[in-house]
């Protein structure tokens, strides 16, 4: 069993920077591919960014790429998301998941989710 804690959701005015963080526990982290994704309110759930466990490799979406970068820290068994030139339309839900295995963009692949974190960006 995996436990997944995000944090660093808020408000931020379009054009600024929020990181989030999503501090791992249960497993070993290395183990673990991670991901983020984000729900918008009447939207389904959409892939955001990917890093895998091992080699570390990222993958980000087309919609974020260039603003978004995704990054372990394996000592601290976290992940975090970095996201700059935020746009009103990154606003919403952001969750972290876990999943054994390749790093994957597909939501159904991953076994263990956060809790979500509330990102708001106004125009």
């Known amino acids: 069993q995996v436990q997944l804690v995000e944090s660093g959701g808020g408000l931020v005015q379009a054009g600024g920077s929020l990181r989030l963080s999503c501090a791992a526990s249960?497993?070993?982290?290395?183990?673990?591919?991670m991901g983020w994704f984000r729900q918008a309110p009447g939207k389904e759930r959409e892939f955001v960014a990917t890093?895998?466990?091992?080699?570390?490799?990222?993958y980000v979406a087309n919609s974020v790429t260039g603003r978004f970068t995704i990054s372990r820290d394996t000592a601290k068994d976290t992940v975090y998301l970095q996201m700059n030139n935020l746009k009103p339309e990154d606003t919403a839900v952001y969750y972290c998941?876990?999943?054994?295995?390749?790093?994957?963009?597909?939501?159904?692949?991953?076994?263990?989710w956060g809790q979500g974190t509330q990102v708001t960006v106004s125009s």
């Open positions: 249960g497993r070993t982290f290395s183990l673990f591919s």
């Open positions: 998941a876990a999943k054994m295995g390749p790093s994957s963009s597909r939501s159904i692949n991953y076994d263990y």
């Open positions: 890093v895998n466990g091992y080699g570390g490799s990222t």
